[in-house]
């Protein structure tokens, strides 16, 4: 029986919600991530009488890489929850007024923390996840940097959150817009391929996070990661 599918982002305009290939990942896990990578958020305290093996100093913090270039996942594929289709491919964003979007939905704090890195005019790619074939379509570029994500708030929301409170909210997310397709779809399987291959040989990919992290749905590219797979549109992988 098919459900009757809502239309997300019906109430609000000009806006439209993707998803994450992993909903919620391990909280426990990530909030020692969160408190590590000084996120643009509350940290807890340090007091004065810590050791440097109990706290990271300012330095510490100041030392995390900084990524300009991105990887976002989401499900190009109906799939319900709770009546709602989670569906949110490339084709849906380019549908969308000014080919804008919302990327609500995140759910896992090392995922929420990269996008509170994102810079507005940095690009992404855009990866259809938990489907037939897996892999990158497009890219996508930073119109609006992090911001309070609304769903967390919503009882009716997929992602509705009842422990994240309106005075200390947990989940940010940021606006997408289309900026075009790749020439071809380059899939999942391709990559890991090379990816496999570079690490034998330490290539650009050796370290790629879709494959040291692939859990996440939001994860940072170095230029040199993001240049070769977009290298790649341009050849024959048959050849």
Known sequence: MAPKKRIRGSTR????????ETKTGSLSEDSVVESAQGVKGKRKAVTSGKTRKQSISKDELHERPQFCHWLMKSEPESRFENGIDVKFGIEDLKALPNQRGCWDGVRNYQARNFMRDMKEGQQAFFYHSNCKEPGIAGIVKIVKESYVDHTQFDKNDVHYDASSKADNPKWSMVDVQFERMLKRFIPLSEMKKIHLEHKARVGPLKDMALFTRPRLSVQPL??????????LEDKNPSL
């Open 13 to 20: 305009t000009s806006q439209s919600c993707s998803k994450e």
């Open 222 to 231: 170095t230029s040199e990661e993001f240049d070769f797979v977009l290298s």
